[in-house]
Nanobody, 125 residues
Framework: QVRLVESGGGLVQPGESLRLSCAAS????????IGWFRQAPGKEREGISC????????RYADSVKGRFTISRDNAKNTAYLQMHSLQPDDTAGYYC??????????????????WGKGTMVIVSA
């Protein structure tokens, strides 16, 4: 079974940056797509980015495009979300997921089978 653990969340001021990590504590991410999702208080879960298993195809939600970058390091069994220019609207619990999602054809919504427990990001002045 693939077990995912997010880290790197915290409290930052508007305009600052954070890098989130998603490490597989068991299992391998090598053959799986990886996605990042977030859920803010009172709002539904939003898929914000994902990356394919092998060919480097990435997707971004309009809300984060140009500010966030997803990457992966299969040798470390870890994925990352680099976040710049954070704003209060980015405040949410951030979750990583992995699965057989076909990122190139279907995006981030479908085929994410394994989920972490999340890490909190708070952006406040």
């Amino acid at each position: 079974q693939v077990r995912l653990v997010e880290s790197g969340g915290g409290l930052v001021q508007p305009g600052e940056s954070l890098r989130l990590s998603c490490a597989a504590s068991s299992g391998t991410l090598e053959n799986l797509a990886i996605g990042w999702f977030r859920q803010a208080p009172g709002k539904e879960r939003e898929g914000i980015s994902c990356i394919s298993s092998s060919d480097g195809v990435t997707r971004y939600a309009d809300s984060v495009k140009g500010r966030f970058t997803i990457s992966r390091d299969n040798a470390k069994n870890t994925a990352y979300l680099q976040m710049h220019s954070l704003q209060p609207d980015d405040t949410a619990g951030y979750y990583c997921a992995a699965g057989i999602a076909d990122v190139a054809r279907r995006g981030c919504t479908y085929g994410m089978d394994y989920w972490g427990k999340g890490t909190m990001v708070i952006v406040s002045a």
